[in-house]
């Protein structure tokens, strides 16, 4: 008899709350540790949800894939991107394969589906979906299905807003009625594999870490919302156990996230950091802070700019390759290296020294294709986000800069794999995010591609 | 024009009907433009259209290419 297998993604859930902080209070999730296996994953180069998502899926790596994040910058442009979408990932994903040998896939909102693709079953687009009019199914006909079951289907919430309570109702409403969707799905359609990815656990994370982490700096005790994570986290615990009686015997569960997080320390203003450095030169400051894209930047005196995001990206002003490039092709690598070393000089507001990684696209994306930035920055190891907005008049920011924001990300995620006919109960050691794609496809047993980057995670077969 | 002619414009064109009344609105509008025909006016708008449609095979339209930039925005992934 084959395998079947559920794929149950909560983004960017880390290790430090699934496997220890909230451990006790999620039965369903415990069982499946205390009879499964399961260790933390390490994520991509950055750990950011597009594309770490579709790495998993593919088991290729961002490089291969050529997606770097959720814009690109257009090349030889300043200011113009373009936005991660499902047509732009020309690798097979794991539902392809299984597609192709006749297995029945069911995947919801695995970013970036959208625009969304055919399948070999159903297919619900991931949260790049413009509006819920837009056809963000496949089958067509599947979105209607879903009206009726569920009414308005949410495919994600606005988590940077001081309306707590509205947030907190809307994260329920979405994730309640994915859940029932998902429930719908597994029941009225022939499945051989299934995924879904709930993106509510970042978003309440983003929203809500300040209130339940004590050593967050805008930690309050006996705060109204000290519980909100943990609750949520009871919650989806208690739907997943709904979803776990609805398998048989033959079905692997695996729980998976695509990174983790942690607490924020601030933001940190890159762009005005390369200011200070004369790196970066504004034809006029700025009155009120404003993206890079609308300040006025002498291009010709700049010779790097900065983009904002959960890590940093930098951008180089190349003669021959941007417009009004200055930095001669000749002298890349020593200026490449003089800012490398200039970053992780860079210390926090107190002076304490930051533990700041800054890698180039040869370290990390070895051949790698497509549009990616000259240099990656994590930021004090990602505990600081980078804000690319210029006119703060300083370098750290104790809050986002664009609306509250409590959590970055952090390397590590979860893997959990349970087979129903194996009891094993043991803790192993990190996996890759590549591990999954090959393992899904032992399970089911195909082989795996020989392209495939990643390893079979043997502790699961013994 | 000689057959050959006729054949080769048979094969390129053909005739679709379109209301009397449209067809007279059209030939009214086209007066004093650089269009010589109903004919070529409307082969212009079709191509329009159809260039339109052809863009929306694109992932994002212009307008749904703002609206995910400006939720990506709001969700803190891009400035």
């Known amino acids: ?462 | 024009m000689t057959e050959s002619e006729k054949t080769t414009k048979r094969k390129k064109f053909t005739t679709i009907s379109i209301p009397t009344p449209l067809f007279k609105k059209v030939k009214e509008r086209i007066k004093g433009t650089g269009f010589t025909s109903v004919s070529s006016y409307v082969t212009y708008v079709l191509r329009e259209i159809v260039a339109e449609k052809e863009e929306e095979e694109e992932p994002f339209t212009k307008e749904d290419e703002e609206r995910v930039k400006a939720r990506l925005r709001a969700l803190g992934y891009i400035d």
Request: proline letters at 6%; hydrophobic letters at 35%; aromatic letters at 12%.
């Open chain 1, 1 to 462: 008899m084959s395998k079947k297998v559920l794929i149950i993604g909560l983004d960017a859930a880390p290790p430090e709350l699934v496997f220890e902080a909230f451990y006790e209070d999620l039965p369903n999730l415990r069982y499946l540790m205390e009879n499964g296996v399961y260790a933390r994953m390490r994520s991509t180069h950055p750990p950011i949800t597009i594309p770490a998502w579709m790495v998993m899926v593919t088991g290729k790596s961002m490089g291969k894939l050529g997606l770097y994040g959720f814009r690109h910058r257009r090349p030889g442009t300043y200011n113009d991107i373009w936005i991660a979408h499902s047509l732009a990932v020309k690798e097979k994903t794991v539902w392809d394969i299984l597609g192709e040998c006749k297995k029945q896939v069911v995947v919801i909102g695995v970013p970036p589906t959208y625009p969304p693709k055919p399948v070999n079953g159903q297919l619900i687009s991931c949260f790049i979906t413009p509006t819920t009019e837009k056809d963000y199914t496949y089958p067509k006909e599947l979105k209607r299905e879903i009206q009726e079951k569920v009414g308005e289907y949410l495919i994600d919430v606005v988590f940077r807003t001081e309306q707590k309570d509205r947030l907190l109702e809307q994260l329920y409403e979405m994730t309640e009625k994915r859940f029932k969707v998902i429930e719908y799905l597994m029941t009225h359609k022939p499945w051989d594999f299934l995924i879904f990815v709930e993106i509510g656990v970042d978003r309440i994370q983003h929203a809500f870490w300040k209130f339940f982490d004590k050593q967050h700096h805008l930690y309050q005790a006996g705060n109204q919302y000290e519980n909100a994570v943990k609750e949520y986290y009871e919650f989806l615990d208690e739907k997943i156990g709904k979803l776990l009686r609805l398998t048989d015997s033959d079905t692997v569960i695996i729980v998976v996230s695509d990174h983790g997080a942690k607490r924020m320390k601030g933001a940190f203003c890159i762009n005005e950091w390369l200011i200070t450095k004369g790196y970066l030169t504004l034809k006029k400051k700025p009155e009120n802070a404003v993206s890079l894209e609308k300040a006025e930047v002498n291009w010709s005196k700049t010779k790097a700019w900065g983009w904002g995001g959960y890590h940093a990206r930098i951008f180089f002003n190349v003669r021959g390759r941007e417009p009004q490039g200055v930095i001669e092709p000749e002298n890349f690598d020593s200026f490449r290296k003089q800012l490398i070393e200039e970053i992780r000089a860079i210390r926090g507001p107190n002076g304490e020294p930051w533990d700041t990684e800054v890698y180039t696209p040869e370290e990390i994306y070895p051949n790698g294709k497509g549009d990616y930035p000259d240099l990656t920055v994590y930021l004090d190891d990602l505990s600081w986000r980078s804000a690319g907005t210029i006119g703060h008049n300083m370098l750290y920011l104790p809050e986002n800069d664009k609306g509250p924001d409590d959590a970055v990300h952090s390397h590590h995620g979860i893997f959990i794999l349970y087979d129903p006919n194996k009891k094993i109960g043991k803790k192993i050691p990190d996996i890759s995010i590549l591990d999954v794609a090959p393992t899904v496809l032992k399970i089911m047993g195909l082989s795996v591609p020989s392209d495939m980057e990643g390893h079979i995670v043997k502790e699961a077969f013994t």
